[in-house]
């Protein structure tokens, strides 16, 4: 079997058309809406990463504000800069990119943050509400891996769900969201014993735990469907996610590929959350 390809940058391009005509929509209501970004420190990755969610806000017609800060910003500095955010009627969403520099307790950042503009999904209220069901701001990741497992029509109900990795960003929400579509679910972590034995049983086994080529052919269940969430270099410093691509492609029955599976839908996932917080506002 050669897996079918879930193309991240194509359902991106569909689902940000759409957001386009929320947007207008919203305009049409005297509204734009606003996105700012806050990056502290000099962090490559964080930057590419930041530069990227700029330009996708511009793609479908929210306005964004950068903020940069240099890495000796202090707390205390960057909890006001968030409550100006927080004041401004003209900002619906707020996103501080993690990791903070290491002087800076980032759940105290992200607890500072209005629920009703965390459009990561992050604080206390919106992790609590996806733990009881309720809506509330899904974090971007793994919200993107839903729509894409909804997209190839993967029936979730009864299904074996494992998640690699139990970070608060991506392995926990996943794992409530693939709960609360009636999957039976496993999460599996660095302490975890026979981690292949657990994989085995994937109906849609989820890799998000930022080690290269992890997950290889033998662990995965022939016609599992694979979500690699991975954004990892390679020996060569080529961009390669948790699973070992060229493998498992003959094994399972779909794969995302990294670059150009995950990535683009987190981003996705973060224009879909700013525009609902616009349209929130105006309900
Ligand atoms: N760092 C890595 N992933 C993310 C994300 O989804 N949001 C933020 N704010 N920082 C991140």
């Given at each position: 079997m050669t897996a079918q390809l879930i193309d991240g940058v194509a359902l991106s391009r569909q689902l940000r058309a759409a957001l386009r005509e929320r947007v207008a929509a919203l305009n049409g209501r005297g509204c734009r809406p606003g996105l700012a970004v806050i990056l502290v420190g000099d962090d490559p990755a964080s930057q590419v990463y930041v530069r990227n969610k700029v330009k996708a806000c511009a793609e479908v017609g929210i306005h964004s504000v950068l903020q940069t800060h240099p890495a000796s910003l202090t707390e205390q500095a960057l909890l006001q800069h968030i409550d100006a955010l927080n004041a401004d009627?003209?900002?619906h969403g707020i996103l501080v990119q993690l990791?903070?520099?290491?002087?800076?307790?980032a759940q105290r950042v992200i607890e500072a943050i209005a629920p009703d503009k965390d459009v990561d999904g992050f604080h206390v209220a919106n992790a609590g509400a996806l733990m009881v069901g309720q809506p509330g701001f899904r974090p971007c990741t793994p919200y993107g891996c839903m729509k894409m497992l909804e997209h190839i029509g993967c029936?979730?109900?009864g299904k074996h769900a494992v998640v690699i990795g139990r970070s608060n960003i991506v392995g926990k929400p996943m794992a409530m969201l693939l709960l609360q579509a009636h999957a039976t679910v496993t999460i599996c972590h660095s302490?975890?014993?026979e981690l292949a034995h657990h994989t085995r049983q994937a109906d849609v086994l989820v890799a998000a735990v930022g080690?290269?080529?992890?997950?290889?052919?033998?662990?995965v269940k022939p016609g599992a469907v694979v979500i690699d969430v991975g954004m990892n270099r390679d020996a060569t410093g080529k961009l390669c996610g948790d699973v070992d691509f060229e493998g498992v492609r003959q094994v399972a029955s779909w794969i995302t590929p990294v670059?150009?599976?995950?990535g683009p839908m987190t981003i996705t996932m973060l224009l879909t959350n700013t525009v609902e917080a616009a349209e929130r506002r105006l309900t």
């Open positions: 009627p003209a900002i990791p903070l520099p290491p002087h800076i307790d029936a979730l109900r302490a975890t014993a080690r290269p080529a992890l997950v290889t052919a033998d662990m670059p150009g599976g995950v």
